[in-house]
């Protein structure tokens, strides 16, 4: 009797574990700082419009490819584009996995400072910065917690989807929820407090006339909600045949931004509550996401009546948060490698060890660390085209009628309208950031072994995509069939 | 806070989870 292949057990839990997958460290560190440094209110606005733009018909479209097609990235592209096109796959895939490597040395500073609040150590007079340099200097400790995030992830995932994924989320989620709730109402008792909220909301509408207002809201749309990563293509995989794709879209897009505005509703009146001045408090928000969170925070939270437990249960939610983004990084590595027949253990294993090894560099120096977040987080938009050219080679109709045929929520044309879109929406965003970066390296903006420059992202994504070009045949013969005697898939055939 | 603020929050608070409730009302509707 052939293998059925694994499959949730409820909406619930799909929707769970997706929230898992949408809801990282980049939604409690970065959406406070973003929403701030971009006149709050307007933001606000801006970021849910992006999300109904980009996010939700590219949420659609994975949704779309990995329920139709029951394979990983690769195979995906493969039997729904054409097979000369697996490497776009692989690109998608290969993004994901880059952003891996360095998002569980991450994980494992989230877990150090956890175990940091667990062991008492953020207490008043801590100084902070002394021991977020010493524990970067240090690479025994980061290398130590990279490994340990690894391994946990891997664990999880090697118990399948429903014992392992399902379960982990249906945990991690709602004490992600309950945790920033009990952050916030703390922070709100907090004298001054209420400046953070008035910051959030700043009403200025005018803000929605700058360019640079939308052009945060959409790039932090393409990043929070993870649309365009292939981790929903793989989470999608194992949805049943009734399952909807077109609610559940807009489930996840909303929760995640939801969220999202929650954690910004408890990290910006807490920064305004313990700044001395309104000044100190935007220096805090102007210090980058580890610089914010692990300074100025862990510095915050001691300071104030029961700080330090509530800055342990912070701590807990950005572990847990960051664990359960790096569980679907770490499943859309496994689902590709089974893809090719080899077993989910022996995959769990492969996955582990080589994001333990390619890790290492991230883990040693923080500069690696920051070079990759800069190459594939923008690396990420190309993804995001590759699912809208998937979309379009299909038959936008087509692909619609895919989305509407299991969904109660009907599909307009307005799908259309934007996949369409998807490519001036593209080109803008992306020319802005490789524009960004060129401003910050004036005379060496060409330079490949400069941190953030546009010379390294070019490079980097040159020498990607030609190997996996190169490499197109072979990856699309590694494929094995889906089993197709499994109840209920319908498999598209390789056209 | 302002009055211009307290109507922002409210709006956004009513946009962002009045759209989470609203499709995951109409699922359990159709489950």
Same mark, same amino acid.
Do not use: D
């Given at each position: 009797m052939a293998e059925r292949s694994p499959q949730w057990s409820s909406r619930v839990g799909f929707i769970l574990a997706s929230l898992g997958m949408a809801f990282g460290a980049g939604n409690i560190w970065r959406f406070p700082r973003v929403v701030a440094a971009n006149d709050g209110g307007p933001f606000l606005i801006a970021f849910i419009v992006a999300n109904?733009?980009?996010?939700?018909?590219?949420? $659609?479209?994975? $949704?779309a490819m990995g329920k139709s097609t029951r394979l990983g990235t690769n195979g995906a592209f493969r039997n729904f584009v054409g097979r000369r096109r697996t490497w776009m796959g692989a690109w998608v895939g290969c993004c994901a996995i880059l952003i891996m490597f360095y998002y569980?040395?991450? !994980? *494992?500073w989230a877990i150090r400072y956890l175990a940091f609040g667990v062991a008492g150590a953020i207490k008043p007079g801590l100084d902070s910065e002394a021991l977020w340099k010493g524990f970067l200097s240090? =690479?025994?400790?980061?290398?130590t917690f990279h490994l340990v995030a690894i391994l946990i992830a891997?664990?999880?995932?090697?118990? *399948?989807?429903?014992?392992?994924?399902?379960k982990a989320n249906s945990i991690i989620v709602p004490s992600i929820i309950v945790i920033l709730a009990v952050v916030m109402v703390w922070a709100l008792t907090k004298p001054g407090a209420v400046r953070g909220l008035e910051f959030l909301f700043r009403p200025g509408l005018a803000g929605l006339l700058k360019a640079k207002t939308w052009l945060n809201a959409f790039s932090q749309a393409a990043w929070s909600v993870g649309a365009g990563w292939g981790l929903m293509l793989t989470y999608a995989v194992y949805m049943k045949e009734k399952d909807d794709i077109a609610a559940n879209s807009f489930i996840i897009a909303f929760a995640d931004s939801g %969220? %999202?505005?929650?954690?910004?509703?408890?990290?910006? =009146?807490?920064?305004f509550a313990v700044s001395p001045t309104v000044e100190a408090a935007n220096t805090a928000l102007q210090a980058g996401d580890t610089g914010l969170t692990f300074i100025?925070? !862990?510095?915050?939270?001691?300071?104030?009546?029961a700080g330090s437990f509530i800055g342990g249960l912070f701590f807990l939610a950005l572990s847990i948060s960051a664990l359960a983004s790096l569980l679907s990084m770490v499943e859309l590595a496994v689902r590709n490698l089974e893809d090719t027949g080899i077993t989910r253990k022996m995959a769990a294993v492969i996955v582990v060890a080589v994001t333990f090894v390619f890790g290492l560099p991230s883990a040693f120096k923080i500069s690696f660390q920051e070079n990759q977040d800069m190459v594939w987080g923008v690396g990420l938009l190309i993804s995001g085209m590759f699912f809208a050219y998937a979309a379009h080679k299909k038959g936008l109709d087509r692909v619609r009628g895919m989305i509407n045929e299991s969904s109660y929520v009907s599909v307009?044309?307005?799908?259309?309208?934007?996949?369409?879109? $998807? =490519?001036v929406i593209f080109f803008v965003i992306f020319g802005w950031w490789v524009w960004q970066a060129a401003t910050w390296y004036p005379r060496t903006w060409w330079n490949p072994f400069k941190t953030l420059s546009p010379g390294t992202m070019v490079a980097q994504w040159a020498v990607l995509l030609v190997i996996l070009v190169l490499a197109n045949n072979w990856l699309a013969k590694k494929i094995?069939?889906?089993?197709?005697? %499994?109840? *209920?898939?319908k498999v598209i055939s390789n056209p | 806070m302002s009055w211009q603020a307290v109507t922002m929050m409210v709006v956004m608070i009513a946009v962002y989870f009045g759209g989470l409730i609203y499709f995951a009302l109409k699922g359990e509707r159709k489950e």
């Open positions: 109904l733009i980009w996010a939700v018909p590219l949420l $659609m479209i994975e $949704m569980s040395v991450v !994980t *494992g240090s =690479p025994l400790e980061t290398v891997g664990a999880i995932i090697l118990r *399948g989807v429903q014992k392992g994924l399902e %969220s %999202s505005l929650l954690s910004g509703m408890a990290i910006l =009146p807490l920064v100025y925070l !862990t510095k915050f939270f001691p300071t104030l009546p307009g044309r307005w799908f259309n309208a934007c996949v369409l879109a $998807m =490519p094995k069939a889906p089993h197709p005697e %499994s109840e *209920g898939h | -």
